[in-house]
């Protein structure tokens, strides 16, 4: 079956630096990739995704680009802020699936002034 | 447009006792999903419905059952409640955009507690 395996967190970062959350998948066909942002007390929101291999997404300054050969999906962020402070979901979708999504257990970024 | 809605926000239920969460979208979303989201397990799919009229089976089904009373509104409903069953749940819609790839918009979740 379909697995998304995310860096252990939390993960706490001071103001201005740069942010890898790494992403890896396990998947029987050709899947989309996202990553979703969860705010405190609030629901999930898709920060971007990526749909074939070396496609980048990008959005809010942060970055992830689809490797097949890695079968990875690494976000990236040059300099972080403390809005930036929330959990972070890397998933998967296959095709013909309805888009049901399979996700990763989520990774609680801290950002400290 | 409110997006997808649900109710209750919060709620404690005793072992035993019965209740439906209320998911509903105002996006013309043809399909839905109903998520739980434990600690250190991400989320996970109860069920889903592709359309109106259709439900099928998640990751995490037993225990629960769904209706998809109409296009707008997708419920779920805890039969017996146990304590297993205490979760944050979300409900997501989604239509298919031009690109082909479904994405999906959450709903605020419902903390639900069984004791």
Not at chain 1, 77 to 94: I, N, R, T
Request: glycine share 10%; aromatic share 12%.
């Amino acid at each position: 079956g379909n697995s998304v395996t995310q860096m252990e967190g939390p993960v706490t970062l001071s103001e201005e630096a740069f942010l890898t959350i790494n992403c890896t998948y396990t998947a029987t066909g050709y899947p989309s990739l996202f990553w979703y942002v969860q705010y405190p007390g609030e629901g999930l929101q898709l920060l971007l995704k990526a749909t074939k291999a070396d496609d980048k997404g990008s959005n809010k300054g942060f970055e992830a680009t689809y490797r097949k050969e890695t079968t990875s999906f690494h976000l990236e962020k040059g300099s972080v802020q403390v809005s930036d402070s929330a959990v972070y979901f890397c998933a998967l979708s296959e095709g013909g699936s309805y888009g049901k999504l399979t996700f990763g257990q989520g990774t609680i970024l801290t950002v400290h002034p | 447009n409110a997006g997808v809605t649900q109710t209750p926000k919060f709620q404690v239920l005793k072992t035993g006792q019965s209740m439906t969460l209320q998911c509903a979208q105002d996006m013309n979303h043809n399909s839905m999903y109903w998520y739980r989201q434990d600690p250190g397990m991400g989320l996970r799919l109860i069920y889903y419905s592709a359309s109106e009229g259709t439900t099928d089976k998640g990751e995490v089904p037993n225990g629960y059952n769904v209706s998809r009373l109409n296009k707008r509104e997708f419920s779920l409903r805890l039969e017996s409640a146990a304590p297993s069953q205490t979760s944050v749940y979300f409900c997501a819609s989604s239509v298919v955009p031009t690109s082909g790839v479904y994405e999906q918009y959450f709903g605020p979740g419902t903390r639900l507690t069984v004791t």
